[in-house]
Nanobody
Framework: QVQVVESGGGSVQAGASLRVSCAAISERTASSYALGWFRQAPGKERESVAAISTNGDSTYYADSVKGRFTISRGNAKNTVYLQMNSLKPEDTAVYYC??????????????????WGQGTQVAVSS
């Protein structure tokens, strides 16, 4: 079983920065996961934000966050950070971290991911 835990959400004003973190914790210590961030705003469908491959050499960003958000893997295995700069009110959402064991499917597809966290709230006021 894999437990995905997010942290670091909060409330900020537009233009500010925030970093959210995620750890995919597994008894299978040898397993490596591709990690992705999704978000869901009230009344909207969940959308992909960013993702990173198991070794960090490949990343994906949604057009809406390119140039503002940066995804990176942490030194600890199966940890990931999402640095969010120049935040906008439309970035307000619950941010979910997800872990994918297989390499099948695009980073942006939620079906690629096997394990999901409970989400962390990010609120950006104007």
């Amino acid at each position: 079983q894999v437990q995905v835990v997010e942290s670091g959400g909060g409330s900020v004003q537009a233009g500010a920065s925030l970093r959210v973190s995620c750890a995919a914790i597994s008894e299978r210590t040898a397993s490596s996961y591709a990690l992705g961030w999704f978000r869901q705003a009230p009344g909207k469908e969940r959308e992909s934000v960013a993702a990173i491959s198991t070794n960090g050499d490949s990343t994906y960003y949604a057009d809406s966050v390119k140039g503002r958000f940066t995804i990176s893997r942490g030194n600890a295995k199966n940890t990931v950070y999402l640095q969010m700069n120049s935040l906008k009110p439309e970035d307000t959402a619950v941010y979910y971290c997800a872990a994918a064991l297989s390499g099948l499917g695009p980073f942006s597809s939620s079906s690629r991911y096997d394990y999901w966290g409970q989400g962390t709230q990010v609120a950006v006021s104007s």
